[in-house]
């Protein structure tokens, strides 16, 4: 989910062209207890929702969920950077 949200940070809208992001924290992760793990083989649809962005710092906070079909397996809370070296 991390690298899902690294990908939204490098978008136009959101801050994009700069050069490095940082993984600054996780928050409030939590697996679903509807699966007991997920397996080789099952497809994984990861989804970001950006919460709140700061722009003049480019930090963004967000929300992931991870899905197997339409179970919920994964969730929890992102702080997302970006800089120049």
């Known amino acids: 989910m991390a690298q899902v949200g690294g990908m ?11 050069d490095n992001i940082f993984f600054d924290g996780i928050e409030k992760v939590k697996q679903s ?3 007991e ?9 990861t989804r970001m929702t950006l919460v709140k962005l700061q722009k003049r710092f480019v930090i963004a906070k967000m929300e992931g969920k ?3 079909g339409d ?3 994964c ?3 992102f702080l997302v950077a970006t800089g120049t070296d």
């Not at 939204?8 to 700069?18: A, D, I, R, T, Y």
């Not at 793990?37 to 649809?45: F, N, P, Q």
Request: negative net charge; glycine residues 12%; proline residues 3%.
């Open 37 to 45: 793990a997920v397996i080789a083989g099952d497809t994984l649809v």
């Open 8 to 18: 939204l940070m490098l978008q136009p809208e959101v801050g994009g062209s700069h």
């Open 33 to 35: 207890e509807v699966l």
């Open 71 to 73: 179970d919920l397996v």
């Open 66 to 68: 991870a899905y197997v």
């Open 75 to 77: 969730e929890g809370e």
